[in-house]
């Protein structure tokens, strides 16, 4: 257990909708980082937040946007949902900015119907 | 210049073999690359990492050997085991505390491995 919480794990849901996915960083980690899985690109770096800031953005689609709230925990906005969103959504934290290892949850799963 | 490519895409190894993983970089200004070890329905999970002022770093059955002038950097594990089939991703980052410098893994495309008892 890496110590960090995603939900939902799995999510079904149709194209045109929106949906949300919550990730509750280790204790004391300031940094969350949203990847995307896929089977055809791999993990693919979304966006960081650090300490409620935005500090990176990866190849994030306009549609999509997150944020990090005051208790760190962190959602990711997923809308207008296409066919081609399905995939594996994993947030990962760590404790500064930079440095230091990246632990990550189990993932949030994501079928578009 | 952000690209981290790996291979092979999957590799299959008898019980007590040993399994090797390739991966290759292009920007110079990474100073920090470790491997993934991910199981289905898992998350990816660190197993071992290396920085760029060290040519090998062994953890257990778990070795990294680091090649800074080819940028290259491979993964070995000795005496492999079924345990150890999950797939493998090596990443790159740049950490510190320059400006810019956020710590986001790029990862490479994984390679599936199968150790066959």
């Known amino acids: 257990d890496s110590g960090v919480t995603q939900t939902p794990k799995h999510l079904i849901t149709a194209t045109g909708q929106r949906v949300t996915l919550r990730c509750s960083p280790r204790?004391?980690?300031?940094?969350v980082y949203w990847y995307q899985q896929s089977l055809d690109q791999g993990l693919q770096f979304l966006i960081q937040?650090?300490?409620?800031?935005?500090?990176a953005k990866g190849n994030i689609l306009e549609r999509f946007s997150a944020q990090q709230f005051p208790d760190l925990h962190s959602e990711l906005n997923l809308s207008s949902l296409e066919l081609g969103d399905s995939a594996l959504y994993f947030c990962?934290?760590?404790?500064?900015?930079?440095?230091?290892?990246?632990?990550f949850g189990e993932g949030s799963r994501l079928t578009v119907l | 210049q952000q690209q981290v490519k790996q291979s092979p895409q999957s590799l299959i190894v008898q019980k007590g073999g040993i399994s090797i993983i390739n991966c290759a970089y292009e920007?110079?200004?990474?100073?920090?690359f470790p491997w993934y070890q991910q199981f289905p329905g898992k998350g990816p999970a660190l197993l071992i990492a290396?920085?760029?002022?060290?040519s090998e770093k062994k953890e257990g059955r778990f070795t990294i050997s680091f090649n800074k002038s080819a940028k290259q950097f491979s993964l070995h594990i000795m005496d492999s085991q079924p345990g150890d089939s999950a797939t493998y991703f090596c990443?790159?980052?740049?950490?510190?505390?320059?400006?810019?410098?956020?710590?986001?893994?790029?990862f490479g495309q994984g390679t599936t491995l199968q150790v066959k008892p």
């Open positions: 990962a934290s760590k404790k500064g900015a930079n440095t230091g290892e990246l632990f």
């Open positions: 204790s004391g980690d300031l940094s």
């Open positions: 937040y650090y300490n409620g800031e935005e500090r």
């Open positions: 920007n110079t200004a990474f100073d920090y």
């Open positions: 290396i920085r760029p002022d060290v």
């Open positions: 990443a790159a980052s740049k950490g510190g505390a320059g400006s810019g410098n956020t710590g986001k893994l790029i």
